[in-house]
């Protein structure tokens, strides 16, 4: 069997972690990315260059196999270039959905997923007529590239609504209301390029300041099936192939749509050790045309991250089924740059566990 080379648009984490799970296999990386001190790099060949840079995205072309991207905000357009040269997955349809909310929400209702009420802000003017519509509280965010609670603000009074579209950038936005939900959760699936498609079990995720800080496995979740049927509308009506996220609300027993990543996804980390196959070898499988692994748990799991910096590796070390991942990122407050994965026989030995974490001060807000 000849080595499979692999190109990816982007050398973040993502990547990096993309390529320690097919280096296993005999697969080869190739980076681009126009981040001299990418992640991935040290993985594989970087490539240094923008994302809409045609020489350079030909070059890439040249010296792999197929192609996929790690983030949604890589440019549609480069996605589609790089089709006419080599096959790319998941496809320039899926990152365009992806990469405009409105887009997105208009989907989930054409395909039948709860949303929760939303309107196109395009002005200031817009702006007020959309909240005597929809009303407060309500989150205004740009249409597209926030990500980590950028690109929005949550509205709660009039006195929130004045200037708000200029404070964002004076950019297309969407106007939803805020949903009072009573947790976050996300299903990580993947599609092969037959259609065969697989879900891992929902994971709960807690955010603090958008940020994504602990996503735990969960167990037998009554709203698992309902996660699965909506994700599923979404894989088929995208011919989609690969890892695909989609976050959702819990509202009762109901689960609201909030969005898609087109791509393997932070609240998935857990999988790297949590389950038979994770998400970032059946991402490669998926791409490759292989067939799928089993998304089964072996152990109850959680993922912490580590935002702005790494906590002492020595005091990582002592704490019991943890495994460490270290990206290789300069810290920088607010960034992600590592995460722990937790593993524990029980959900409730789990909850104990993450619980004298977040006393030693690994997993709470920094």
Request: with cysteine.
């Amino acid at each position: 069997m000849n080595t499979m080379k692999i190109g990816v648009i982007g050398g973040g984490q993502l990547g990096r972690m993309l390529a320690l799970a097919g280096t296993p296999l005999g697969m080869e990386f190739v980076f681009l990315d126009p981040a001299p001190d990418a992640c991935a790099a040290a993985l594989g060949t970087h490539i240094c260059a923008d994302y809409q840079d045609h020489e350079h995205l030909q070059q890439l072309a040249q010296q792999v196999d197929l192609i996929t991207f790690e983030f949604e905000n890589v440019p549609a357009e480069t996605v589609a270039f790089l089709s006419q040269l080599v096959p790319v997955y998941p496809m320039a349809k899926a990152l365009r959905v992806a990469r405009d909310r409105l887009t997105e929400k208009s989907l989930f209702q054409d395909l039948g997923i709860p949303v929760a009420p939303f309107a196109n802000i395009d002005s200031q003017d817009d702006l007020e007529s959309a909240v005597d519509t929809i009303g407060l509280p309500a989150v205004l965010k740009t249409r597209t590239l926030g990500y980590d609670g950028k690109g929005q603000r949550i509205l709660k009074t009039r006195e929130d609504v004045a200037g708000t579209f200029d404070e964002l950038g004076g950019v297309p936005c969407i106007l939803e209301t805020f949903v009072k939900f009573s947790g976050e959760v996300s299903v990580i699936a993947v599609r092969g390029r037959d259609g065969e498609t697989v879900s891992y079990p929902l994971s709960h995720n807690v955010h603090t300041d958008g940020i994504l800080r602990v996503a735990r496995a969960s167990d037998n979740h009554p709203l698992q099936n309902k996660a699965e049927d909506y994700v599923g509308r979404v894989l088929d009506h995208l011919e989609y192939v690969g890892v695909l996220a989609f976050e959702f609300f819990e509202v009762g027993d109901e689960l609201y749509a909030n969005e898609v990543a087109p791509r393997v996804h932070n609240s998935g980390h857990w999988t790297i050790e949590g389950a038979q196959c994770s998400q970032f070898e059946n991402h490669l499988r998926a791409i490759a045309g292989l067939p799928l692994g089993s998304t089964a748990k072996v152990a109850e799991s959680a993922m912490i991250n580590f935002i702005g910096e790494v906590p002492p590796l020595a005091m990582l070390m002592e704490e019991r089924d943890a495994h460490i991942h270290h990206y290789g990122k300069a810290f920088k407050s607010g960034r992600k740059v590592g995460h722990l994965t937790l593993l524990a026989e029980s959900s409730e030995a789990l909850g104990q566990r993450l619980a004298e974490l977040q006393e030693k001060g690994i997993g709470t807000p920094s």
